[in-house]
């Protein structure tokens, strides 16, 4: 059975930071490209970052380059998602997800990722 288990949301100012764990089981986790993506309420799933499997590289939105950085230890099967410089519209739930044979091409697709997790809350405001 997969799992994909989020934490790390919370409430944080303008310019503050915060740190998204995603601890996946269940899966050949070194193989799996693994992203985030956001969701606001009536919204559809949107990308925010992704690390793919076998030693491949790492993509981001065009709104969060710079600003957060995506990376995974395998050795502990998670992905995490550092995010600095939050802005009020970052406020949404984040959402890890965890895709096998992804093309390069669909990375930032929601619907070529296999499994989702339970989402975590992030809200930015003063």
């Known amino acids: 059975q997969v799992q994909l288990v989020e934490s790390g949301g919370g409430l944080v100012q303008p310019g503050g930071s915060l740190r998204l764990s995603c601890v996946a089981s269940g899966v050949n986790f070194r193989t799996y490209t693994m992203g985030w993506f956001r969701q606001g309420p009536g919204n559809e799933r949107v990308f925010v970052a992704t690390?793919?499997?076998?030693?491949?590289?790492?993509f981001y939105a065009d709104s969060v380059k710079g600003r957060f950085t995506i990376s995974r230890d395998n050795a502990k099967n998670t992905v995490y998602l550092q995010m600095n410089n939050l802005k009020p519209e970052d406020t949404d739930v984040y959402y890890c997800a965890a895709g096998n044979r992804i093309i390069l091409s669909s990375v930032r697709r929601p619907d070529a990722y296999d499994y989702w997790g339970q989402g975590t809350q992030v809200t930015v405001s003063s």
């Open positions: 690390f793919r499997g076998n030693g491949g590289s790492s």
